[in-house]
């Protein structure tokens, strides 16, 4: 009977998540932000900070510590997942080209950000008390502060029709590299807080994680590839049932390699992915069976167990509140600041740089794993967790209309107003008003397939 309660709580939380997720993802692409935005809200809600506030007892009885250990373990399960199909769709041939301004902006959207970090995290360090390792609570607060969200960004930048604008490529290509860098700096920050700052245990950690991708990139990769296109070939276009379960094996294997390295698990399942960016129909095909019931069932649970952690009761004087404002304003001077300079010093229209400043300063999904991870590692405690989700929604909430309201006036204005984004708003405002009116009133906002 234990079993069937524990079972009965569960699925009323699964009822909950999945149907507050899309709820929230529909509300919030109406209102004009992608729909992960809602997503990530309605995990907001769930948490402590707004129906625990309203239903107090209904949410310790749904949500108590015991109960919500399953939704920790199912988001673990389900970033593995994501993150794996997050490595498929990295486009590495953006990295190949020489662009000078693309690797300046991104040095630049990667130094500067984090540099402010360290700063900032020995200033929140010192005022909260906080009683974790101090050098790896200052890493942790650098890194999420130099993270870009490159899903999250590509989907806006399709929605608006500039991905293949000359200012789309050269900020897709400084968010990979920026991408790439920000993996690095998480393992980095992982293996110091797991080797407890002891020199030769850090050491021994570092020789496994490169040891692990030098054998995946010049071993594991051409065997890879070889046995995706024999799958191709004998499955195409759908991936049967063995295959699938192939490709699970590989995938949980992948993660146990970190997870027993001392990296979490979520490295391995995007190494695993990210061999295998340039198979194409692979690719295809195991999107159609794994993609949809990832992002439906597994990304809410993920955005839910970070809400039931960001609790606002945590942040119980007005000098934490100051603190959250200046943590947000230090993030985007760094990002925002550190690219869009960058971008107007390599001959790039101040507005224009400014866009790309703006487009660079997306977080979304790759931040809250940054955080979770941090959190898991008892390195960053409920206030500072709290303060950095702010930052983390309210960066990615800002970038579309922010855009939009810049787009105006540059070379991405006349790839924007053909957009299918801008034909649906016609017809829309056509529908009720009968008119449409120009651009510069700055009324569009984004919405669509954003999802990640």
């Not at 608006?160 to 920026?178: K, S």
């Amino acid at each position: 009977m234990h079993t069937e309660s524990t079972l009965l709580t569960l699925i009323i939380q699964l009822i909950l998540i999945i149907a507050a997720g899309r709820a929230a993802g529909a509300l919030f692409r109406f209102l004009g932000q992608p729909q992960v935005c809602g997503e990530i809200a309605a995990g907001l809600m769930l948490g402590p900070s707004v129906f625990g506030m309203l239903f107090p007892k209904l949410h310790v009885f749904l949500f108590n510590p015991a109960a919500s250990e399953h939704l920790n373990v199912l988001s673990q399960i389900g970033l593995v997942f994501m993150m794996f199909l997050i490595g498929l769709e990295f486009d590495f041939s953006h990295l190949h080209g020489n662009h000078r301004s693309a690797m300046a902006i991104s040095s630049a959207g990667i130094v500067l950000p984090f540099v402010l970090g360290l700063g900032l995290g020995h200033l929140l360090y010192s005022i909260l008390e906080i009683h974790v390792s101090h050098l790896g609570f200052v890493l942790f607060v650098a890194t999420s502060l130099s993270i870009t969200a490159i899903p999250t960004l590509g989907r806006i930048m399709m929605e608006f029709n500039i991905q293949r604008t000359r200012l789309g490529v050269l900020t897709i290509t400084a968010a990979a590299m920026d991408d790439a860098a920000g993996w690095l700096l998480l393992a980095l920050c992982s293996a110091v807080v797991q080797s407890d700052l002891r020199p030769g245990h850090f050491a021994l950690i570092a020789v496994a994680v490169v040891g692990y991708l030098l054998f995946m990139v010049l071993i594991a990769r051409p065997l890879l590839v070889r046995w995706a296109g024999h799958m191709m070939k004998s499955s195409k276009p759908e991936l049967s049932l063995n295959h699938l379960a192939q490709v699970l094996v590989l995938l949980f294997l992948s993660a146990a390699i970190t997870n027993l390295i001392g990296i979490f698990s979520i490295f391995g399942a995007f190494a695993l992915g990210a061999v295998l960016y340039d198979q194409v129909e692979f690719r295809v095909a195991v999107n159609r069976r794994l993609r949809d019931f990832v992002i439906v069932f597994f990304l809410p649970i993920f955005f839910t167990y970070t809400g039931l952690h960001t609790d606002i009761g945590s942040m119980y004087t007005r000098s934490a509140w100051l603190l959250c404002g200046l943590v947000t304003l230090v993030a985007s001077i760094g990002k925002f600041g550190g690219c869009a300079l960058m971008a107007g010093l390599h001959g790039i229209r101040w507005r224009e740089a400014f866009c790309v400043g703006t487009m660079m300063n997306t977080r979304g999904l790759m931040e809250l794993i940054v955080l979770n991870t941090g959190y898991n590692l008892g390195i960053i405690p409920k206030p500072v967790f709290f303060m950095l989700v702010i930052m983390a929604i309210t960066t990615t909430y800002m970038t579309a209309p922010v855009l939009t309201l810049l787009i105006r006036g540059t070379a991405l204005q006349k790839d924007f107003q053909a957009s299918q984004f801008m034909q649906k708003r016609r017809a829309q405002f056509t529908i009720s008003r009968g008119s449409l009116p120009p651009i510069d009133s700055g009324r569009y906002f984004p919405t669509g397939p954003t999802e990640y």
